[in-house]
């Protein structure tokens, strides 16, 4: 009779098991148990158009399923989102008024500052956001104030300041320069600093493109240039170590939220950013890629559902934080159907 083997003696196996990394592809359930990301509503902000005045919202016809809401429905549009699950959004006003100054912009009875008290007023624990820029105000469509056809950036920077402090005594939570100066987020912060403001956070459009994909922007904000174009003072697409010099500029200046703009054509930007920044990172889904989105779904080209939720997985994956998007509303239905 041979001897008994002790089990813990056995030689190790010859063959180890094969990788398969299709095991947690096989069923939905295995699938979404070890997803990386998610197109998840806390994350998203939604873009807001303000025009003077009453009467039924616009609709902007270069965006599909996009409005300019007259300030007497803010109270009315913050609760429908409150009801849809749309937890933030980010106000762009449309002057009452332009003038080269662009002085419209930090009138405290102006359009944004009045929408910011409507939505609170009616939804208070909304995260309200601004667009702190003057292109809307200003009679020739620049983002600042122009001398001897340049915009000059401290002059600018100056009344981005008396914008950004305009609309945190209204009750923003978060401003968001966007005008591209040089100095702007330090010109603010000090500005809102002294104003008693210092709660208020900074989200710094720091690395902002003179894109091809804003079309549809221009003609919702009514804000196209009248002569020449922003490339003097937006970034060149083609930099990328310029974009994070950028983002550096506005941490160190005291940004409390990193943004990109555009966001598909800024995925290695955000990814790179990732790995350099601790702070928060947005990235803006602009107008012109809604819009191919939205016209390409129209035409049967893509499924609107499965294409606009791979597209924001996809800037989450990268590495934003938050996603400024005018499909929010969209997600929020979605996500109420179980999709």
């Known amino acids: 009779m041979s001897p008994r083997r002790d089990p813990s003696s056995r030689p190790p196996p010859t063959r180890v098991r094969p990788t398969r990394l299709r095991r947690f592809r096989?069923?939905?359930?295995?699938?979404?148990?070890v997803a990386e990301n998610e197109t998840e509503l806390r994350r998203l902000i939604l873009p807001v158009f303000v025009r003077p005045g009453r009467g039924r919202p616009e609709p902007i016809e270069s965006m599909p399923g996009v409005n300019r809401y007259p300030t007497a429905h803010m109270e009315a549009l913050a609760r429908e989102l409150?009801?849809?699950?749309?937890?933030?959004?980010?106000?762009?006003?449309?002057?009452r008024k332009k003038d080269p100054e662009g002085s419209d912009a930090w009138a405290p009875d102006g359009i944004v500052p009045s929408a910011i008290r409507a939505m609170k007023r009616a939804s208070p624990d909304l995260v309200v956001a601004t667009d702190v820029c003057l292109c809307a105000y200003t009679s020739h469509g620049h983002c600042g104030v122009v001398r001897k056809r340049s915009v000059a950036n401290d002059l600018t920077c100056e009344r981005l300041a008396r914008v950004a402090v305009t609309h945190a005594r209204a009750g923003a939570d978060v401003v968001a320069p966007s005008a591209m100066m040089d100095g702007q987020v330090g010109w603010i912060g000090e500005?809102?600093?002294?104003?008693?403001?210092?709660?208020t956070a900074i989200m710094a459009y720091s690395a902002k493109h003179a894109s091809a994909f804003y079309g549809p922007f221009r003609e919702a904000e009514e804000s196209t240039p009248s002569f020449g174009d922003r490339r003097s003072y937006q970034m060149d697409p083609r930099n990328g170590r310029e974009a994070l010099r950028e983002m550096e500029q506005d941490a160190a200046e005291g940004a409390d939220i990193l943004m990109v703009k555009p966001a598909l054509t800024s995925l290695?930007?955000?990814?790179?950013?990732?790995?350099?920044?601790?702070?928060?990172?947005?990235?803006?889904?602009?107008?012109?890629?809604?819009?191919?989105?939205?016209?390409?779904?129209?035409?049967?080209?893509?499924?609107?559902?499965?294409?606009?939720?791979?597209?924001?997985?996809?800037?989450?994956?990268?590495?934003?934080?938050?996603?400024?998007?005018?499909?929010?509303?969209?997600?929020?239905?979605?996500s109420r159907e179980g999709r």
């Open 26 to 33: 096989r069923t939905a359930p295995l699938r979404e148990w």
């Open 191 to 199: 500005a809102l600093d002294a104003a008693g403001f210092e709660d």
């Open 82 to 95: 409150n009801g849809e699950g749309v937890r933030s959004v980010l106000l762009f006003g449309v002057g």
């Open 268 to 334: 290695d930007l955000l990814a790179r950013a990732r790995q350099r920044f601790s702070l928060p990172l947005a990235a803006y889904h602009v107008s012109g890629e809604y819009s191919m989105l939205k016209l390409a779904a129209a035409q049967g080209i893509v499924d609107e559902h499965a294409a606009v939720k791979e597209t924001l997985e996809a800037i989450r994956r990268a590495g934003a934080d938050l996603i400024v998007t005018y499909f929010a509303r969209e997600i929020a239905r979605w």
